[in-house]
Nanobody, 115 residues
Framework: EVQLVESGGGLVQAGGSLRLSCAAS????????IGWFRQAPGKEREGVSCIRSSSDGRISYVDSVKGRFTISSDNAKNTVFLQMNNLKPEDTAVYYCATCDGHYWGQGTQVTVSS
């Protein structure tokens, strides 16, 4: 059974930090580009960042998080992380871990940034 289990969301003040984790199982981790998407109330889901978990480690970020968010992976533990620094109220959303082809999705974790 494929599972992507997120953790690490919560409530934080603007300027603060959170680290999201995504534990993957049930599929070959190295075969996929995995990352984070988010959906704010009333808005469409958007891609935040993706990382290719094979050795080339190719990474991408949406412009709005560049310089503030860092994606990384621990291939030995089939886990992807998203370190979020200098959070802003507009980062408030449900964050989803997913394969970046949209094939597999986690259940989401809420991130709320207060002003």
């Amino acid at each position: 059974e494929v599972q992507l289990v997120e953790s690490g969301g919560g409530l934080v003040q603007a300027g603060g930090s959170l680290r999201l984790s995504c534990a993957a199982s049930g599929f070959t981790f190295d075969d996929y580009t995995i990352g984070w998407f988010r959906q704010a109330p009333g808005k469409e889901r958007e891609g935040v960042s993706c990382i290719r978990s094979s050795s080339d480690g190719r990474i991408s970020y949406v412009d709005s998080v560049k310089g503030r968010f860092t994606i990384s992976s621990d291939n030995a533990k089939n886990t992807v992380f998203l370190q979020m620094n200098n959070l802003k109220p507009e980062d408030t959303a449900v964050y989803y871990c997913a394969t970046c082809d949209g094939h597999y999705w986690g259940q989401g974790t809420q991130v709320t940034v207060s002003s």
